[in-house]
């Protein structure tokens, strides 16, 4: 073997590697962050126990976690952390394939509407009482139909239009500030009390965690993040144009929309239990496309942990900055985003897009 050629595969290997080492550095941080993040609150517990308790529920021969730390952490604090994690992985693996699916460093699964349209649902539902589904299901069932109608409207006006990026984000814009506008609409007539819980709703929370809610989430992640990065080829290719993907053999209007039902079905699935928490997709992939680059082997996975650091820590800080009151998450994570886009703005090189 020439050694031009060995010397460009060390040099891949090693490029590879950086890739893999900064998303294990990442997933150790977020157990670490995870673990304090239990551990803290109106009974703050020992993190080394809090690991106990986490570990005893699989290998209960090993350690002896006292009855509160076990019970404080697997009932009251796991349920939400968890739903932290997965919200975080969620949105930031749908951010990330929708900048890269439609080229825009702006495109998000909020700036397309899917959001807008999950808070009307759930407004519908809680200041008028109508819905797909009664009970105690209403505002959940609501809030994710209303989404997947978004993302279907977006999907047809794209496939009637020939799935262009720039018809994906127009229609999104559209879609949006309709249902913002019907939402703010519901809420003009609403009664002072519903309208209160409306918006508490859309700021986004992570109050209504459970057990329940988690194996819901869950499923959604495990069956659409393995085939966005089953597609992550064909992202690649597509980031160098729609033209350059075609002559390589790529279908992209096939790829574009099934990436986007995908996309939106993760939001869908987390929105609905959430409310609308900002950022987390916009602002996770642009941090990871400065420290991996843009291959979206690496990119969508590491995406999502880094959505996951982001969530759990800002769901962390808005519960325990002014104790005993919770903020709503979704403050938290504009405070984290906004002065990040100010720094995008303000730097001067642009290469990580």
Known sequence: MPPETTDLREEYTRFIGRKILFIAILAVLLILIAGIATSLGSANIPLIDTYAAIVDRF??????PSNLATNVVWNLRLPRILMGVFAGIGLAVAGSAMQGILRNPLASPYTLGIASAAGFGAALAILLGKGFVGGE??????????ALLASVVIIGIARYKGARPETMILAGIAIMYFFSAMTSLLQYFGEADAVKEVVFWMLGDLDRSSWDTL??????????IPLLILKSWDLNVMGAGDETAKSLGVQVEKVRILSMVLAALLTASIVCFTGTIGFIGLVSPHITRMAIGGDNRFLLPASGIVGAVLLVGADTIARNIIAPVILPVGIMTSFIGVPFFFYLIMRKRREYW
């Open 59 to 64: 290998l209960p021969d090993y350690f002896n």
């Open 137 to 146: 299901y209403l505002v959940i069932a609501n809030a994710f139909i209303f």
């Open 215 to 224: 194996g819901l989430v869950g499923i959604v992640l495990v069956c659409c």
